[in-house]
């Protein structure tokens, strides 16, 4: 019993990992007024160069950097599209969704012969073994470190403070001096990276190598979490553990002698956000200056 | 000069070079990658174009993803992002199974029955989305993933019952002819209609006839957009929602019932993606449902021929010919080229983005008529 409770976190931490980082991501994007649907793409070429450096270089924290450059990469379209040119940040977000997995495949055909899967990595991001079915995923304690960070960033430093005031009024943080193109091209960016991150502890450390479904919807899930979490790192950490709990139930109970029919079991963390939003969490509330580009001198 | 101006201005000017941009991208792309990207388009072109039967298969795709994108426009005009389609049209096909399976009925009427319970079924699955997003405030995007989700389990859930699956396959068992609206089914596989369309004096019918599952499909899918059209622009119905789309609070204040508009209008998007469920399956083969291991993406190509199409019903059926078009004929690029098929995912990845930026042109015109002015004033 006590070891399939262990178990069981266990296969919650590796799970949440990789939710929890572009989670962040979605959260510092989002607090500067930027939708980001986005994150999938973002996590796909994350996931994508995660896997390819970490095979050519046989060193999985290279290939862990690698993916957060490729993410941050993209998310510069996002940055230029949503604003310098005021895009509709949807729909240049369900563009970086297309672009992020046809340019990950596309690569991955010319690297690895042909092939829409890359070759495992030599080494997976390391494991703390801590006795028995214990251990706990590197990627995961990254992501709590950047959880406390980013709510460390947004609440306690002149940076977010800034960055919640351009999500929330921009003309009126501009009107302070607060450079609001500026403090939004860095956290779309930064949002890129820390979805890049999270795709690769999904490649890396979830499983070895890039395929097609690697990530199969999890940055939607991610995106999710966001609004989940009141858009709130704390929050969407919250949300992105329930949901890896609920996971990693569908695997314990689904092993062995069950009698609850696989597929339905299956349904249980998507049925549980659902029922959580409903008896706890209530009406969440965007960011004002949410979706909207800011126009300097406009009313 | 000022006709420039004026073109920029116009959300088409747009559109087109966006696609422009999207192949130029796509060009630079295979160019790098050591493709000859004029051999590659040519091959797209002629993957679409050198055989009638390749074009009836681009519409035999476009059919469904008119309904899914016109699912999308609808509840975008009524202020809400419907990224449920995706499971709408999974319980769309699933309904249609069922009901194309299990209950016989004449030719005709079954196709019918079939298509009004895929839309029933649905409409409640996107109703549900609009219930939590009145009744508990839960954003539809949210409830709207978790719910593809629900719908790609209970997929999968319903092909493990006995009497649906079809013994030593992982797909459900194929739906009666009789729900089938493939064009000319009957005649096409009869002896005299064999006859006729192999003896070697009609190529185009023959081919089109015998090698492809041409049906019925597009006709609805166009009546339907001309219905959504209709709906959100000559009826009050259809006022009230644009009015709680264009600003929920003003429309509360004129008297709107919003909270029961968000409803209708996602019962109605989910209506549009079940029906493109139903014809999914009473369409073209396999008919019937398979057991899913990932989402089978006619909601999410629907959000962006949707937002190709600037949200607008008529457009749409366009934008859904250019997106299987593009999908379609870039098969051809591998088969010849042996260039990776996703350039088409970047080339429409790229035109989705310069939609994106279309205020970009607007921003062009302006600097262009300010330089103007002061050449003027000079």
């Excluded at chain 1, 450059?69 to 729909?91: D, R």
């Excluded at chain 2, 405030?137 to 079809?166: C, D, P, R, T």
């Amino acid at each position: 019993m006590f070891s399939n409770i262990l178990l069981a976190v266990t296969i919650t931490f590796m799970y949440a990992a990789p939710l929890i980082l572009t989670a962040l991501g979605g959260v510092v994007c989002e607090r500067s007024g930027v939708v980001n649907i986005g994150l999938e793409g973002m996590m796909v070429i994350g996931a994508f160069a995660g896997a390819c450096v970490g095979y050519y270089s046989a060193n999985p924290w290279a290939g862990f950097l690698a993916a957060g450059l490729a993410g941050g990469t993209l998310a510069v379209l996002h940055a230029v599209a949503s604003v310098t040119f005021k895009a509709n940040q949807t729909v240049s977000g369900v563009a970086l969704n297309f672009i992020g997995p046809g340019l990950s495949l596309f690569l991955c055909r010319m690297f690895f012969d042909g092939a829409t899967m890359s070759k495992p990595v030599p080494r997976q991001m390391p494991k703390l073994a801590l006795g028995g079915v214990f251990s706990i995923d590197v990627t995961f304690i990254i992501a709590i470190l950047f959880t406390a960070l980013t709510w460390f960033i947004l609440y306690k430093t002149k940076w977010g403070l800034r960055l919640r005031a351009v999500g929330e009024h921009p003309a009126a943080a501009d009107t302070l001096g607060v450079n609001v193109y500026a403090v939004r091209y860095a956290a779309i960016i930064l949002s890129g990276m820390l979805a890049g991150f999270g795709g690769a502890s999904q490649s890396l450390a979830v499983v070895s190598l890039f395929t097609p479904t690697v990530i199969s919807g999890q940055g939607f899930i991610a995106m999710a979490a966001v609004i989940f979490g009141k858009w709130t790192p704390h929050g969407a950490f919250l949300a992105c553990i329930i949901f890896a709990f609920a996971q990693a139930m569908v695997v314990m109970l689904g092993g062995g002698a069950s009698s609850i029919s696989p597929q339905l079991l299956s349904m249980l963390p998507y049925l549980l956000t659902i029922l959580v939003l409903v008896l706890f969490v209530g009406k969440a509330v965007a960011p004002k200056a949410n979706g909207v580009p800011y126009e300097k001198g406009a009313r | 000069m000022k006709q420039i101006e004026k073109a920029l201005r116009r959300p088409i000017t747009g559109i087109f070079i966006s696609i422009f941009m999207g192949l130029i991208v796509g060009a630079v792309v295979l160019a790098i990658a050591g493709y000859n990207p004029v051999a590659a388009y040519g091959a797209m072109l002629r993957g679409v174009f050198s055989k009638p039967k390749y074009m009836v298969q681009v519409l035999i795709r476009c059919t469904p993803l008119i309904l899914t994108g016109l699912s999308i426009s609808f509840a975008f005009k009524t202020g809400m992002f419907n990224i449920g389609a995706e499971g709408q049209a999974i319980i769309g096909m699933v309904t249609a199974v069922v009901v194309g399976y299990c209950v016989p009925l004449p030719p005709g009427i079954h196709f019918i029955v079939v298509a009004v319970a895929s839309m029933t079924a649905a409409a409640l699955w996107g109703a549900a989305v609009g219930l939590l997003k009145s009744r508990f405030g839960i954003h539809e995007v949210i409830s709207g993933i978790m719910l593809n989700w629900i719908a790609l389990y209970l997929n999968n859930y319903m092909i493990g019952m006995a009497w649906l699956k079809k013994p030593q396959t992982e797909a459900s068992y194929e739906v009666l002819e009789s729900s089938w609206i493939v064009m000319l089914q009957n005649w096409k596989t009869s002896t005299a209609g064999r006859e006729w369309l192999l003896d070697g004096s009609h190529p185009i019918l023959s081919d089109v006839l015998i090698k492809t599952d041409l049906n019925y499909g597009i006709f609805i899918a166009i009546a339907a957009a001309a219905v959504i059209w209709f709906i959100l622009n000559r009826t009050t119905k259809g006022y009230e929602m644009r009015a709680v789309g264009a600003g929920s609070e003003a429309a509360r204040f004129a008297g709107i019932r919003v909270d029961r508009n968000i409803v209708q209008s996602l019962a109605i998007a989910g209506a549009l993606a079940g029906l493109a469920g139903a014809i999914v399956i009473t369409g073209a083969m396999p008919h019937r449902i398979t057991t899913l291991t990932a989402q089978p993406g006619y909601g999410f190509d629907g959000i962006s021929v949707a937002l190709m199409a600037n949200t607008s019903p008529l457009g749409v059926i366009a934008s859904a010919l250019l997106f299987s078009g593009l999908q379609y004929g870039g098969s051809a690029i591998q088969a010849e080229l042996g260039a990776p098929s996703e350039i088409i995912n970047i080339v429409i990845g790229t035109i989705i983005f310069f939609i994106a930026m279309s205020g970009a042109f607007k921003m062009l015109a302006d600097y262009l008529e300010k330089r103007r002015g002061r050449t003027d004033v000079q």
